[in-house]
């Protein structure tokens, strides 16, 4: 392959990857920056009851 041809495609490829890496959460439960990002869910999680204590009397 011609290097006229093959180096302008390498360069649009790294400009791709780049481009993904901008975009692209930096690891588990962080956020993308502003214009791919969005306001996380709230946890349904509850909280965890101290050693000892009763769940609640249910219906």
């Known amino acids: 392959m011609s290097d006229r041809i093959a180096l302008p495609l390498l360069a649009l490829l790294a400009l791709g990857l780049v481009g993904l890496a901008l975009a692209w959460p930096q690891g588990l ?5 502003a ?23 249910g219906p």
């Open 29 to 33: 439960g962080r956020r993308s920056p």
């Open 35 to 57: 214009p791919f990002g969005h306001a996380p869910a709230p946890s349904a999680a509850r909280p965890a009851m101290p050693r000892g204590a009763q769940p609640p009397a």
